[in-house]
DNA sequence: CCTGAAACAGAACAAAA
DNA sequence: TTTTGTTCTGTTTCAGG
């Protein structure tokens, strides 16, 4: 298990640039990555070493566009519980990260207390997961927002 | 300008094991994941080729973790509006895909109109935020939910 | 800490089974 | 459609400024 350690390692202008520039497009050669950001092969590699270790990238990944698999139903679920003990907790968060369908899962401040976003084939594909979900764990309410467009989804963060 | 044209594209185990080993790391060399997929360098490589042209796959990204840049605050956006026009929709739009801090952007079927997710340094780097959508589009109510804790983040989808 | 170069590994493609 | 082989591009390391 790794643990987290690294709060707020400092990044100067360059490393940002390099990490824009793997933001936009981790296949880049050195090379191009370097001329992009006005420097050379060897500082751009040592930095991106440097920030690989102390944590700031995890390894690289593939988006997979959803529809072409046939994953077409996105929902937003938004969740309140009576419960509160860390042993319901511990329940609830291992059943979140065991189903590969919950891709996002956030406990809230606030009325509401976890929000979840849910890819699934169809609605029918919807109700088995949620069906699945509430037998295993007891939940007070549950709401789900259907989304019927992906107006923009970024894995980028603002740098 | 890209067009989306591939709807669900049929793709054979193979194909999905390549897949799940690119989105896990795509950081890999043919052959390891060649001896993952139990197949070799070429043919892996084929599909690979076959998959990103027909949009399977976009360009390869790394996830920088948010907090060792200092963006320590998520929030869901819940948002309700009376305008449902042509021409209002497309200024908001426009401004949420401006907006590097918004993440995610949906358009729901509902009471709720939109969810936007957005990261920001603090919460008053969230209020800056707010305030600058609010002057630019008419919106009827917003509801804002704090993230305390991110029990799960993948993007990697279920194959 | 950067530049440049040399050594090495892996990707891209072609041919042929 | 896979296997094998060749070429060439990009990564990694290292010596020197």
Known sequence: MTVKLGRAVQLDDLDRNILRALQADAGQSLD?????????????W????KMRDAGVMGPSTVVVDPE???LDACFFVLI??????????????AAL??????QEAHRLAGEIDYILKVRVANAR?????????ISEVRVFN?????SMEEIKSST???L
């Open 142 to 146: 549950v709401t789900a927002l259907l």
């Open 68 to 70: 072409t698999i046939g």
């Open 125 to 133: 594909a919807y109700d088995v997961f949620y069906q699945a979900l």
């Open 46 to 49: 040592n930095r991106i070493r």
């Open 32 to 44: 191009e990555i370097a001329r992009q950001v006005g420097s050379s092969k060897t500082p751009v």
């Open 97 to 102: 990260r065991a189903r590969p369908e919950v």
């Open 156 to 158: 980028a963060l603002p």
């Open 80 to 93: 309140r519980t009576s419960e509160h003990e860390a042993e319901w907790q511990q329940l609830f968060l």
